[in-house]
């Protein structure tokens, strides 16, 4: 897929949204990534959201996931690895993971592939996403939505990492129902029942 340009402030302003809420939307290296831009506006147009009140969204994106979507579909800032290196000069500067952290009530990381889950578990900070979650405070929440195929879903270490993962605040959804078994494909072709 074509990878888009999205202009980039220098120094980002987070300070000045009136948003009630503010999301910060983290996406990595997963085909399920080609849904972000539909994620993205569902979230701005989330329903029950008094237009006073306000829903404020970024993104902040693995360069692998980049691969699966235009960032120029995407309709709200999309802060990249190269930000975090590029904002910081000197000492006094603003620290792009630390202005994010404190902007944002939320964080939804949608797909969360197994390489990013086992850096958060491990506390691997190596690029700008999982920083963000291994910095959460405990004022936000975080939300992950892990994407894996078919066994891999359920495979004991990725369940053992999510299942002892210190966050106390830490939501995952389920995306089986509770009976029966669910049917279809996974987008990349595997069964969805196992």
């Known amino acids: ?63 692998r996931a980049t691969h699966f979507y235009n960032t120029a579909d995407v309709p709200v800032h999309v802060y990249r690895d190269q930000d975090e290196w590029e904002m910081w000069s000197a000492r006094s500067d603003p620290v792009l993971h630390i202005e994010l952290r404190r902007w944002a009530n939320m964080l939804v990381i949608a797909p969360l592939d197994a390489n990013t889950l086992g850096k958060i578990a491990s506390g691997i900070c190596d690029n700008l996403l999982p920083t963000l979650s291994e910095k959460r405070s405990s004022r936000g929440t975080l939300l992950i939505a892990k994407d894996m195929c078919g066994p891999s879903m359920g495979h004991k270490p990725s369940s053992t990492v999510l299942s002892c993962h210190e966050h106390s605040n830490v939501a995952t959804p389920d995306h089986f129902p509770t009976s029966g078994h669910p049917s279809g494909l996974w987008l990349c072709g595997s069964p969805l029942h196992y």
């Open 1 to 63: 897929m074509e990878r888009g340009s999205c202009a980039m402030s220098p120094v980002p302003d987070l300070s000045v949204s009136g948003s009630r809420y503010r999301v910060l939307v983290g996406v990595t290296g997963s085909v399920a990534a080609l849904k972000l831009p539909s994620l993205v506006s569902q979230l701005l147009q989330t329903p029950g959201v008094r237009e006073s009140d306000g829903i404020d969204v970024r993104v902040v994106t693995t360069e």
